[in-house]
């Protein structure tokens, strides 16, 4: 009869709010970024009619080297949308700033640095210390 109770977020209402600001600052943030960085990746191939003729060879290394630089930075913004949206979506649920992986509090400090941040020190190094899968 005594089903377990998830454990409830450690940080108190007014820390919660905080941190939710700052997670919606820091998405703002890097979604500014993505607009300057599709702005990158948009570049339309053949440009040449358009002014003058910049075509040269040096151009389109210096192109498809922004390109592919653009489409590592991309990644890694979708990537920290999706963490800072998971953040948000735990905020909502009351479990923020518990560690996804023993329940611990994530120390406080942590989450000043890294406001979506999801594990507490002991288990990041242990998943580090592990190699990915
Ligand atoms: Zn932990």
Redesign the pocket.
């Given at each position: 009869m005594a089903q377990k109770q998830p454990k409830k977020s450690p940080l108190s209402r007014k820390d919660l709010l905080r941190f939710e600001q700052a997670l919606l600052e820091e998405k703002q943030r890097v979604l500014k970024q993505g607009t300057f960085t599709r702005a990158v990746m948009d570049i339309p191939a053949n440009s040449g009619d358009l002014s003058t003729h910049r075509t040269h060879i040096a151009d389109q290394g210096t192109e498809n080297f922004q390109r592919e630089f653009a489409s590592q930075l991309r990644s890694i913004e979708s990537q920290s949308l999706r963490e800072i949206d998971d953040a948000l979506a735990r905020i909502a649920a009351g479990t923020y700033g518990l560690?996804e992986?023993?329940g611990?509090p994530i120390p406080i400090a942590r989450l000043e640095v890294i406001p979506y941040a999801r594990?507490?020190m002991?288990?990041l190094k242990a998943q580090t210390a592990k190699h990915s899968p």
């Open positions: 560690c992986r023993c611990e594990l507490c002991k288990c």
